[in-house]
């Protein structure tokens, strides 16, 4: 079946530390995959996306890159903020009628 | 202007009451679907509305109905609640599944 396996949290970081949340995905066919992100007492949003292998997705200095041979979509920044302060689900879509979330991962940063 | 509104925001309830819950959104989208997420973050779509028409429903209890009186609106019926149904309910929409709008929760709690 389809479906995505994220780091289980919590994870808390300094201020202008390194993230690196990893996502592992199965799925048949050439899936697309997501970020979202969700702040405290708001729904989902999109952080960024890629739609087939080697694309690199990025926003607000998040990247992720679509790895089709480790099927992974890790995501990155290299300078976190409190502001970043938030639960990450990765996600993936098989086709135009499905989406997958993973469970979250829980992300808190400390000045 | 709200994209996607939900109403209420919370909602406080007995079991075996029957209560709704109500999604309206502004963008257009031929899309709706609703989310349940679990106190541990884990986001489960249920349900997913394409033009009126159901293309989604995950193995929910029956005790679930989606009603969609038009493209804009998705309400969510809950019949004969119980405990296990404490979660925070979303609702999204969109025009191609990978960017959904979701809406800002709905916090259900069932004593």
């Known amino acids: 079946g389809n479906s995505v396996t994220q780091m289980e949290g919590p994870v808390t970081l300094s201020e202008e530390a390194f993230l690196t949340i990893n996502c592992t995905y199965t799925a048949t066919g050439y899936p697309s995959l997501f970020w979202y992100v969700q702040y405290p007492g708001e729904g989902l949003q999109l952080l960024l996306k890629a739609t087939k292998a080697d694309d690199k997705g990025s926003n607000k200095g998040f990247e992720a890159t679509y790895r089709k041979e480790t099927t992974s979509f890790h995501l990155e920044k290299g300078s976190v903020q409190v502001s970043d302060s938030a639960v990450y689900f990765c996600?993936?879509?098989?086709?135009?009628?499905?989406?997958?979330f993973g469970a979250g991962t829980r992300l808190t940063v400390k000045p | 202007d709200t994209a996607v509104s939900q109403t209420p925001k919370y909602l406080v309830t007995q079991m075996g009451n029957d209560k709704s819950i109500k999604c309206e959104q502004n963008?257009?989208?031929?899309?709706m679907y609703w989310y349940k997420q679990d106190s541990k973050k884990f986001l489960k779509i249920m349900f997913s509305y394409n033009n009126k028409e159901l293309i989604i429903n995950e193995t929910v209890p029956n005790r679930f109905s989606p009603k969609s009186p038009d493209k804009a609106h998705l309400n969510l019926h809950i019949n004969s609640l119980e405990l296990g149904d404490s979660a925070v309910y979303f609702c999204?929409?969109?025009?191609?599944?990978?960017?959904?709008?979701f809406g800002p929760g709905t916090r259900l709690t069932v004593t």
């Open positions: 999204a929409s969109s025009q191609r599944v990978d960017e959904q709008y």
């Open positions: 996600a993936l879509s098989p086709n135009n009628n499905d989406m997958r």
């Open positions: 963008l257009g989208h031929d899309t």
